[in-house]
């Protein structure tokens, strides 16, 4: 569990895994050919470390030049899947501490904008069926998707955003 949560956390193992969700799957050179800012070494640890904790799968193989080059795909990660409801929390410990230590620099850089840099939380409670929650949790994929397959612009930032379901209300005992 310590080593999945680490690879998830990790900025480099999660904008991998993030490029892979978007393109369903993918090989280390389309990989590459997506995201030149990391060195080729790292994608190779990084994608092995993600293969040993269970956060990809190999789907395929193609043969280049008497080569074998693997294809990826995600592994379906959900907070359910760890083995115990303490591993749960820990999983979302973690994560909501990472995204604190975001706001923390950020905060204490001296470039802070928020309006600039459109910065904003959001609470909505809702109470939709479990069919309802799946359609629209699969059409703010669909939307982010988009916007995450674009290509660059000259104004662009990274922007982290982040969705988060959770209990709510008194219906949770």
Same mark, same amino acid.
């Given at each position: 569990?310590?080593?999945?949560?680490?690879?998830?956390?990790?900025?480099?193992?999660?904008?991998?895994?993030?490029?892979? !969700?978007?393109?369903?799957?993918?090989?280390?050179?389309?990989?590459?050919?997506?995201?030149?800012?990391?060195? !080729?070494?790292?994608?190779?640890?990084?994608?092995?470390?993600?293969?040993?904790?269970?956060?990809?799968?190999?789907?395929?193989?193609?043969?280049?030049?008497?080569?074998?080059?693997?294809?990826?795909?995600?592994?379906?990660?959900?907070?359910?899947?760890?083995?115990?409801?303490?591993?749960?929390?820990?999983?979302?410990?973690?994560?909501?501490?990472?995204?604190?230590?975001?706001?923390?620099?950020?905060?204490?850089?001296?470039?802070?904008?928020?309006?600039?840099?459109?910065?904003?939380?959001?609470?909505?409670?809702?109470?939709?069926?479990?069919?309802?929650?799946?359609?629209?949790?699969?059409?703010?994929?669909?939307?982010?998707?988009?916007?995450?397959?674009?290509?660059?612009?000259?104004?662009?930032?990274?922007?982290?955003?982040?969705?988060?379901?959770?209990?709510?209300?008194?219906?949770?005992?």
């Amino acid at each position: 569990m310590e080593k999945l949560l680490k690879v998830l956390t990790d900025p480099v193992s999660n904008s991998i895994l993030q490029l892979i !969700r978007v393109r369903k799957k993918m090989t280390i050179t389309e990989i590459l050919t997506e995201n030149r800012k990391i060195p !080729r070494a790292t994608v190779y640890r990084k994608v092995d470390k993600m293969l040993e904790v269970g956060a990809l799968k190999i789907v395929g193989s193609n043969k280049i030049r008497g080569q074998t080059e693997n294809i990826y795909a995600i592994k379906d990660i959900y907070i359910g899947n760890p083995e115990s409801p303490e591993d749960s929390l820990k999983l979302i410990t973690v994560s909501i501490m990472q995204i604190l230590d975001q706001y923390n620099r950020y905060f204490q850089s001296d470039n802070v904008d928020i309006e600039n840099d459109k910065l904003f939380i959001l609470n909505y409670a809702i109470s939709p069926s479990d069919k309802d929650f799946s359609e629209m949790m699969n059409d703010i994929l669909k939307i982010v998707d988009k916007y995450q397959r674009k290509k660059s612009a000259s104004d662009e930032k990274i922007r982290s955003l982040y969705l988060l379901s959770a209990p709510g209300g008194e219906n949770n005992d």
